[in-house]
């Protein structure tokens, strides 16, 4: 039952439901219907896909997460970024215009809905930690610039493609004598207008005496304000006539239900764009939900919402929809809007099927000018310069990731951007790793202790080194292990016993096993035999089948100090431990002290 | 001068070159040249290149290794696996047979020089880390395999290719009735012949009571006496007249030397296959160096080898040659020959020019089978089962990497496979460190001393929360402690102070700092106050300019019993530390009980 829970948040908050919730959830669920129409129209259309996509996403994908998902207000549907990475991702596969478009798109959402299954069942959901916060920040700012420009084309009425800064702004140039001017003249004017709404119109109206969260909505429904003039203007003018690109016919129908297509050489060659936009997807999805539970003292896992958003594809993959996850923009839009579970959602899910229905008449009127306004104002606040100079200020590391980020997602595209970011943080992290700080340890006069001899008055011995490594060990600084040993023998002619201290190595993987192995032959060749000690339980356990520790020319040593007293011979020492200490702490303790 | 002498290594042996050393590298040389000829021919024909590229690929490389390299024994030229990559690499941009292929191969000579020689002077020698080891030993197993698969067709005198076990098993057998018997005949001739040799010889030569080295260096020479006597039998018979393949007439000349096409579309296209080409056949010489090196006591820098084996592949380029490094099997060869220098590379460079100028109406009647014979018994030697055994008794992450990396490079090919495994290396690290340990710690009573309250008898108080966390913050696991601090605020409802005790902490980067944001954010919401402890010098001089510093809800205190002291209230105690202490730690050792 506790496990049908897990998988099933609905049974949470289900069984509890009341009338007063019902009422909040209706409530929330007409406002967001209102507001999202003219967002899933654009961002089909900046997936390069059919305006009512963008409906049909917003329906069934609702659905199944209002069953599945852990959060109690984030709103799942097409988002700006997911819509350019699928637009790139399906492009390399077929054209645009092509028939065969549309089937791709589907194939890219079951996909990326089965990776998000599979890696909720598999608890991968720490695997979004692969993208650093500078990386995110900056693939963010890069995908709103690209998503702003490729949208300038159909403000001015002109001709451009491409994904990447450079075949836009070419393409813009080459054509821009071609500018339509009632178009120009029509989106300009759609773009002032929600420019100018954002920025003045929650403060004018505050000011109206208009409490904030009425104020907030009305601010947000500026869009479908837009939305409405534009069309009203088209029809009364036929605009549509005189070259003013608009959405045109659309079926006025529920989502079609079909299973995509099953030809195996497009799931192959859609599988790594799949992944990107599933990992992506679920990093922003993931950062929305927590900022949002939090808010309300609530709480999502992570590992859930990754069956939640994978079941919301997958739904989406089989109603003629796209890849969907949880927006920033959508979401607040439904928390403002008083939604108090998933049900309104669901109830949601249900507005837009009535919407699909019912308003392809005037949606065809639509011009495209608006859409491409609405997506621009939308993306501009992806645009986080702040960030930039925030990391530049804290990290040269972690800006140059940023950097990187930002310039190939601008001039290669989303997903080499996205590869690469993701790539130099690991190298970047890699190489923080890869030289572990280690230091020559000597003992503390009269005590079991130990401390580095570089910072303090310590008993050495040149026949026996003590070195401490303050890192696990594993792959990436095996060598760096190799290395320093080596050295430190070839430095140190009359030693003849070398101790690893190993009170802080948690991991020693099969690379550090073979590199000590090898320090243990090298060593052993020059007559200095390699001890260790401290070594933790886990640890321990490992080494105790290996050919290592079968060959090692020395001794494991449960404490530095027993070594000590081993290879150099100290009397164990009027044992200084002192009156108090003996009384308060028992000896398991006072043998800690070096393990803590 | 310090500086040159690290830049051109040959200036710290050419100056004290003697007599006795030169007798035992011009022997040496001899020894080599004469082995090192099929080899350099059989690696040619593997990476589907004309038999005298690989002549020309062991002449100014090993000249200008001789200037460059640190190895003193180190042998550069056509090695089997970086044929096998460049083939599959090439072949992608060219076909085979294509007059374009050479000059593809040029280019990616080139590149792969100049990736090289730009890591080595930014000191990336440590990238090659990236790469574990059983990553590397699963994917020399594979790509053994894939090669004596690719070799199959020469002994049988059939057509057959591709890059991958299932394209090669199936052009195989679908070819197989057209086997070739007096192809056949000889290829299996050869090949029993090889692996006699390689089993019985030594044993046999020792028993009639010849010393050991010449008897290995005579077993090595078993190739040479089979391409002598095939070419003798190809020749006395006319086999190339009976469709016996032959490599055919040859150019008898030095190598030609140009610079490799310019087209900036082919090297893009070439670009990531020359770094996975670059970073194997670094590492593969980087062992080998090593291995040699550490048998005499001497090191080899591995920054200088970076430029050494990118100068020697930048030579290539420009004499007709192809991707070089150093080799396993060569390098052996010439240390058991006795070589001392570098200058005996030099002198086989020699040698090899002068066998390309005389050699080649020999070199016309070599049948193909000789060579694929002289391929499969050298690279069967790679496939190493044991280290396979080990790992999965070892550690099975690692076992998991190794055999997706095997797996992958037989189905899927040379580059996937590396990638794959590489990827799936940092995966499970990442994995591993994404969850650091934390341990909510107490006082040890009537002392500064803080330990684990699950494994010690310590004093705690419910108001306050001492979290030590045993690992740096960094993006992998940032996330990771988000979650737990806030676990722990919403578990123990009376808390009102929670210290990160930070001594442990060597880095926190940008993500993490998003984090430590975020968690102070929350639990100032939730009124519990943040505090640090013992941040270490480095991490507090970069938080001190942050908004999270300016805006923490608690203090930062030097020690974690400050901070005890601090929100607890404990009186300073009749502070036990001993007599015997006092006389013999200095205070700031005591200090550092805390720290180390």
Redesign the interface.
């Known amino acids: 039952m506790s496990r049908l829970r897990r998988y099933l948040p609905i049974m949470q908050w289900l069984p509890g439901y009341g009338r007063d919730t019902l009422v909040n959830d209706l409530l929330a669920a007409l406002i967001v219907t209102v507001l999202l129409i003219p967002q899933s129209l654009a961002y089909a259309m900046l997936a390069g896909l059919p305006a009512q996509v963008g409906l049909y996403a917003s329906i069934a994908p609702l659905l199944v997460y209002a069953v599945f998902g852990t959060s109690r207000t984030l709103s799942v549907g097409p988002v700006a970024i997911i819509a350019l990475m699928t637009a790139t991702v399906a492009g390399q596969v077929a054209g645009q215009g092509d028939l065969a478009y549309q089937g791709v798109v589907l194939v890219l959402a079951m996909l990326s809905g089965l990776i998000l299954v599979v890696m909720g069942i598999a608890r991968l959901g720490?695997?979004?930690?692969?993208?650093?916060?500078?990386v995110i920040s900056g693939f963010m700012t890069a995908s709103a610039i690209i998503i702003a420009a490729s949208q300038l084309k159909h403000l001015l009425g002109i001709e451009a493609s491409g994904h990447t800064l450079l075949d836009l702004t070419h393409g813009l140039i080459s054509n821009l004598p071609n500018v339509h001017w009632r178009t120009l003249s029509l989106g300009a004017g759609t773009l002032l207008f929600l420019y100018a709404a954002r920025r003045w119109l929650r403060s004018g109206l505050a000011r109206l005496g208009i409490p904030d969260r009425p104020a907030k909505l009305l601010t947000k429904a500026a869009p479908i304000l837009a939305v409405a003039v534009t069309v009203g203007l088209t029809w009364a003018l036929q605009l549509n006539q005189q070259g003013v690109a608009v959405v045109g016919q659309v079926p006025a129908s529920l989502p079609p239900i079909a299973l995509p297509n099953m030809d195996l050489a497009v799931w192959r060659d859609l599988f790594v764009g799949a992944l990107l936009i599933s990992i992506v997807g679920f990093v922003e999805s993931v950062s929305v939900g927590q900022t949002l539970a939090?808010k309300r003292?609530q709480?999502i896992d992570p590992d859930q919402e990754l069956i939640g958003l994978g079941a919301s594809n997958l739904a989406a993959s089989v109603t003629g929809g796209m890849p969907v996850t949880g927006g920033f923009s959508r979401s607040v839009v439904n928390y403002d809007a008083g939604a108090e579970t998933p049900a309104a959602g669901a109830f949601t899910a249900a507005g837009i099927a009535l919407a699909s229905l019912t308003l392809t008449p005037l949606i065809a009127y639509l011009p495209l000018a608006t859409l491409a306004a609405t997506i621009i104002v939308a993306v501009v606040t992806l645009i986080d310069l702040s960030a930039i100079r925030?990391?530049w200020?804290?990290?040269r590391?972690?800006f140059m990731a940023m950097l990187a980020t930002i310039l190939i997602t601008l001039f290669y595209g989303v997903e080499s951007g996205i590869l690469a970011g993701v790539g130099l943080?690991?190298?970047i992290?890699?190489?923080?790793?890869?030289?572990p700080?280690t230091a020559l340890v000597g003992r503390?006069?009269?005590?079991e202790?130990f401390?580095n001899i570089e910072r303090?008055?310590v008993e050495v011995d040149e026949r026996l080194a003590i070195l401490r490594i303050d890192e696990?060990l594993?792959?990436?600084?095996?060598?760096?292990l190799e290395d320093t040993v080596?050295e430190l023998a070839?430095n140190q002619p009359k030693l003849r016993h070398l101790v690893l201290a190993c009170q802080?190595v948690?991991?020693v993987?099969?690379?550090a096993?073979?590199s000590l192995e090898a320090v243990n032959a090298?060593l052993r060749?020059?007559d200095v035999e390699l001890h260790l000690s401290e070594v933790k339980g886990p640890v321990m356990d490992?080494l105790q089948?290996?050919?290592f520790l079968r060959n090692l020319s020395g001794e494991v040593y449960l404490s530095t100090f027993d070594a000590w007293y081993a290879l150099h011979g100290a009397r164990p020492a009027e044992l200084?431990t002192?009156?108090?200490?003996k009384h308060?702490?028992?000896n398991r303790?006072i043998h800690?002290?070096?393990k803590?």
Chains 1, 2 share one sequence.
Do not use: C, K
Not at 429 to 435: A, E, F, K, N
Not at 444 to 447: D, F, N
């Open positions: 720490l695997l979004a930690n692969f993208l650093s916060h500078p939090a003292r709480r925030r990391t200020a804290y990290s590391n972690d943080s690991l190298i992290h890699l190489y923080r790793t890869s030289r700080h503390v006069p009269e005590s202790h401390r303090h008055r696990s594993y792959f990436a600084n095996s060598r760096y080596l070839a802080a948690n991991l993987d099969a690379s096993l073979d090298r060749d020059a490992r089948n290996t050919a200084s002192p009156e108090v200490g308060a702490m028992p303790i800690h002290f070096s803590s």
